[in-house]
């Protein structure tokens, strides 16, 4: 029997000790896949609710409210006798004595699952978060969604011709999903739901500018689906620049290439790193900052370690990436849960991890989508709804699901967005 101590609470264990760092896809399918097993399970996040990230820019363009899209933790695994659920945050990892360093104190464990996720990268210009704010947590779509409304706002107020049009110019930089999806529902919020809302500005008239340094928009997709989306898009009135970066960016708008735009909004979507976990495990890692684990998972320098998720650099049986989405993730929690129970149960037996991949969707405003899965291709409105559908069924929270299926279907038929209220400071 084992005592342990966090902050101030005491804990009794006879099992074996498994904590699970995040709450994402990844950790959160790995906390529910090993609620059968002889582990007493500890899950550890910053946040007290999953998110349900792929529908994140919905929140920061005014059509979801956040609780729509996130659920509190405790209650997902309320049922779940053998977890505990911490509300606390990393600090280190001490391998050699397995330990994990928390604020509130030092967390042992027998196995450890690392799902911390990922943040923003600005390619080593930190200094633009401030003015170009990502979009990964809760807290960054409303800060978003608040300047998105504010800048509608500021513009009616404003006698200026000039700033006006400088305050209803929004610049996405990264032509990736999140680029693509929140291009097109911020072109649709200027050019339909807020048409009517004000009276001394146009909406319509708002300029939205999606700037992506490849040549294409959506890589991962095929040059075919691609070339819809950017189609789609300017149907919408997006303006689409391909093949130059950003090079400069402040509170005054963004330099492409060598031509100024002058924006009061800039939105982040170009690219992500991982969290601090390779400096955590004194682990090799891509230049990504995700750990290079082992086949099955676990870091080199101890078996009982796991990374999954954004945070691990994994590789198909083919050497390519796995891509960093939302069923990878989903998987690579099923996989190491049942690794872990296995080792528990006396089983040594060695699994390759092997991902199985189920395909990509992109939305691309209220009417348009893009899917692919293996050489199946659907575009358009068949892919919008069956986008719809797919997300909605794979929420987490029992009343969710029908909560947003009834907004979405308001929303499609009369283009309003509920959730346009300015919070914050």
């Not at 170009?270 to 086949?295: F, I, T």
């Not at 080792?343 to 692919?372: C, D, L, P």
């Not at 358009?380 to 559908?389: C, D, K, Q, S, Y």
């Amino acid at each position: 029997m084992v005592m342990r101590q966090t902050g101030c609470t005491e804990v009794t264990h006879s099992n074996h000790r498994v904590v699970i760092l995040g709450a994402g896809f990844g950790g959160l399918f790995a906390a529910q896949g090993l609620a059968r097993s002889k582990a007493d399970l500890t899950l550890v996040d910053r946040h007290n609710y999953h998110l349900f990230q792929p529908l994140l820019y919905q929140v920061a363009t005014a059509g979801l409210a956040p609780s729509d899209v996130a659920w509190p933790i405790r209650s997902i695994l309320s049922r779940q006798k053998n977890a505990i659920v911490l509300l606390d945050e990393v600090q280190g990892i001490a391998i050699d004595r397995h330990e994990v360093l928390l604020k509130s104190g030092n967390l042992p464990f027998d196995y450890l699952v690392v799902a911390t996720g990922s943040t923003h990268s600005y390619f080593g210009h930190e200094d633009w978060a401030g003015t170009a704010p990502g979009l990964k947590t809760v807290d960054d779509a409303t800060m978003i969604r608040r300047r998105l409304l504010t800048a509608f706002e500021q513009a009616e107020m404003s006698m200026d011709e000039t700033e006006r049009q400088q305050l209803l110019r929004f610049v996405i930089v990264g032509g990736g999903a999140t680029g693509v999806e929140l291009a097109g529902t911020i072109a649709e919020l200027a050019h339909r739901t807020l048409a009517r809302d004000f009276r001394r500005i146009d909406p319509r008239q708002a300029t939205i500018t999606l700037v992506e340094a490849g040549p294409r928009l959506l890589p991962f997709v095929s040059e075919s689906s691609s070339g819809y989306a950017q189609k789609a898009l300017q149907r919408l009135g997006v303006e689409v620049r391909l093949g130059t970066p950003v090079s400069h960016c402040d509170a005054s708008g963004v330099l492409i290439g060598s031509e100024f735009v002058a924006s009061r909004t800039v939105i982040w979507a170009a690219g992500v790193a991982a969290s601090p976990v390779a400096h955590w495990l004194n682990a090799e890692c891509d230049r990504a900052g995700r750990v290079l684990v082992q086949p099955d998972l676990s870091i080199a320098a101890d078996p009982h370690i796991f990374v999954i998720g954004d945070a691990a650099a994994v590789k198909t049986e083919t050497g390519q990436s796995v891509p960093g989405i939302a069923p990878a993730a989903k998987q690579q929690g099923r996989y190491v849960a049942k690794q872990i129970a296995r080792k528990i149960a006396g089983n040594n037996t060695q699994e390759t991890f092997r991902y199985r991949h189920a395909g990509y969707m992109a939305t691309i405003g209220r009417r348009s989508a893009v899917i692919e899965i293996n050489s199946l291709k659907i575009r358009g409105w068949l892919a919008w709804w069956i986008w719809g559908v797919a997300h909605i069924y794979f929420l987490v929270g029992v009343p969710s699901p029908m909560v947003v299926s009834i907004r979405w279907l308001w929303e499609y038929l009369t283009y309003r967005r509920g959730a346009r209220l300015i919070t914050g400071k």
